[in-house]
């Protein structure tokens, strides 16, 4: 019989489990640079579920996350309209890493160490569950697209490319 894989907390699952959400837990081999489509394949779904946290930031320096569809890109130009923004840009690895607490490759919209402004990607709320990181490297949690609107009070946005 196999035994589940123990996975440690991390602040996205105590965020979680403080607020008694739903999710399912997916530790997999991590690859280094090999993004949704490893953890897709590892997990066997689409790479349309699984959901890329990616920390960004406006022409003030001021973080914000953007949720998107791991088959997708962010169009910076579409999202600074629509968040009313004159620039958006990811951050660099080591300041997405001040400000979320997690390693790139392990980010987490839930539990950043700092508060910062949640975008969704409108159509994954379409979804019925998505994929998305736990708060570390090859570990995905599954959770209703819902949980993004009650817990980050996330702002749907249409901004894929």
Known sequence: ?????????????????????????????YEEHGGTS?????????EHVVVKTLVMQDEHAKPLIVLMHGD????????????ACKSVEPCKPEVAQRHSGYMIGGTSPFGTKKAMP??????ILDLEKIYLNGGRRGYLIGIAPTLLLELLSAKPVNCAL
């Open 1 to 29: 019989m196999a035994k589940k894989e123990h996975v440690s907390e991390t602040p996205a699952t105590q965020l979680l489990r403080k607020k008694a959400a739903t999710f399912t837990e997916h530790p997999y081999a």
């Open 38 to 46: 490893v953890s897709s394949r590892e997990l066997g779904v689409e």
């Open 72 to 83: 997708k890109t962010v169009s910076t130009k579409n999202l600074a309209r629509q968040i």
């Open 118 to 123: 949640v975008y969704v990607e409108a159509s």
